[in-house]
Nanobody
């Protein structure tokens, strides 16, 4: 069984910074794309940043230049550094991962997994 656990959310003033971390555990063989999504009350869940296994990154337009995502493939971890936070960044942030899991590459499966979410609140 694969689990994604996030940490690092909290309350911060506008202009401040937070760093979110996501760690995947279980019988993981490899992880393809890892992503960060956010969902504000009454709104849909939107992609914030995505990083491929090879390190290619894309960001949602409103966070470009303020947020930075990275990953450590050997540790099955990803992080999201959020700087210059704004009130409109307030949301529950979720980590996602496209995971290949199983005993070995002759017996495996591939699924998308989600973390439990972590609240980020930016006060103005």
């Amino acid at each position: 069984q694969v689990q994604l656990v996030e940490s690092g959310g909290g309350l911060v003033q506008a202009g401040g910074s937070l760093r979110l971390s996501c760690t995947a555990s279980g019988n993981i063989l490899s992880i393809n794309d890892m992503g960060w999504y956010r969902q504000a009350p009454g709104k849909q869940r939107d992609l914030v940043a995505q990083i491929t296994r090879g390190g290619d990154i894309k960001y949602e337009a409103s966070v470009m230049g303020r947020f930075t995502t990275s990953r450590h493939n050997a540790k099955n971890m990803a992080s999201l550094q959020m700087n210059s936070l704004k009130a409109e960044d307030s949301a529950v942030y979720y980590c996602s991962a496209d995971v290949v899991s199983g005993t070995n590459y002759y017996s495996f499966s591939r699924h998308d997994y989600w973390g439990q979410g972590t609240q980020v609140t930016v006060s103005s």
